[in-house]
């Protein structure tokens, strides 16, 4: 999908800080995630990537909806988390919307065409599920799972 480095722009949208600390694993030398050429980034408009964790709260969607909007196309989202990827433990709560799918109907209803996503689920997903997820963005890697929606009737 990227065939050049990717600039990453990490967004907390607040989450309990455990995906947090497997991102910033990922930036280490252990790790080592400039090896494929990604670069965390301090603003939105120089990122490619958004690295999205938690899930959507009400405090902070005016602020989620705007970093999302300041992206450059073609935009991608890595959702980071089981919160991110569908609100997690806290996706009934009066605080929070859900996950990323709740915020890309809102994006939808104001105009904005949501970006493309991949999701990295676990609480928090092991900073190898991370680095897999920047890889198949990159397309250094093929999808390991194909896709399958159960409908019941």
């Known amino acids: 999908m990227i065939k050049k480095s990717i600039w990453v722009f990490h967004l907390n949208s607040g989450s309990c800080n455990a995906c947090d600390i497997e991102i910033l694993d990922i930036l280490t030398p252990f790790h080592d995630a400039e090896r494929l050429g990604v670069k965390l980034v301090g603003s939105p408009r120089h990122a490619d990537v958004i690295l999205f964790t ?3 709260t009400r405090q902070n969607i005016d602020k989620v909806i705007e970093a999302i909007r300041a992206v ?3 935009k991608y989202l890595l959702a980071i988390g089981s919160c ?3 609100g997690g433990i806290w996706y009934d709560s009066f605080a929070t919307l859900g996950g990323v799918q ?3 109907g809102i994006l939808k ?5 949501p970006p493309k996503t991949i999701y990295v689920p676990g609480c928090p997903p092991r900073p190898e599920a991370i680095l897999h997820a920047i890889a198949y963005l990159k397309g250094m890697v093929t999808k390991k799972v194909k896709r399958t929606i159960f409908e019941e009737k």
């Open 72 to 74: 450059p196309e073609p």
């Open 109 to 113: 209803s104001i105009g904005i065409k």
């Open 84 to 86: 991110a990827c569908g």
């Open 102 to 104: 709740k915020l890309y």
């Open 54 to 56: 938690g899930p959507v």
